[in-house]
């Protein structure tokens, strides 16, 4: 049992230590002798737990990728009007971007290895949507706009808060997330309807 248990720690710290490099230096700039070095463990111990690099970054995709739909269902389980969910499920991802290595390098390995698993924004667009087109249904976008392109719109938005945070490790605690919110609450002014225009989650 406590072999177990020091086993899943070595693990859990193999991902963690991985999703930081993956996110810096993305997957052809990361090595298993970077990650041996970073990790503190030799490349035996690394490759008993994961055979080959591509079943680490495997791993980080997952972790990434379970992070980001634990923070959509808990937005979308909390109901209210279809565009104030799109508000705050947006203002969500941009906290847990800029907060969680293993989501910006779920973004980023998604994109950049063969033979990744799903896309990381599909763990969150289908979503938006479907908020998306239930707002147009009930009369909260403005006539004009189109769900399609509005949904497209959000996913260069969040996209765009991937890499901002990305560059500005180091920088104070929510820069990112509070140009994603400045951003977020222009668009929403210009979508919206006017009679469905509230305030903003927090």
């Not at 999703?19 to 700039?29: K, L």
């Not at 980023?108 to 938006?128: F, S, Y």
């Amino acid at each position: 049992m406590v072999k177990q248990e020091r086993g899943v720690r070595t693990r859990n710290h193999l991902i963690s230590v991985a999703a930081a490099e993956f996110d810096r230096n993305g997957y052809d700039g990361t090595s298993l002798s970077r990650l041996s070095r970073s990790a503190g463990i030799s490349i035996g111990a690394l490759t008993f737990h994961f055979a080959a690099k591509g079943e680490l970054a495997s791993a980080v995709e997952d972790s990434g990728r379970a992070a980001t739909r634990r923070v959509v269902e808990g937005v979308t389980a909390r109901g209210g009007p279809a565009l104030d969910t799109v508000s705050a499920l947006v203002l969500a991802l941009g906290r847990l971007i800029e907060t969680d290595a293993a989501v910006r390098a779920a973004a980023r390995l998604t994109q950049e290895r063969v033979g990744a698993g799903p896309d990381w924004c599909g763990c969150w667009l289908p979503e938006v949507k479907e908020l998306m087109v239930q707002a147009a249904e009930e009369g909260q976008l403005d006539p004009e706009v189109d769900p399609c392109p509005a949904t497209l719109l959000t996913a260069h938005l969040v996209g765009g808060v991937v890499t901002r945070a990305r560059r500005r490790r180091g920088e104070r605690p929510g820069a990112a997330s509070g140009e994603l919110r400045d951003l977020w609450r222009l668009i929403r002014r210009g979508i919206a309807a006017p009679q469905t225009e509230t305030e903003m989650p927090k």
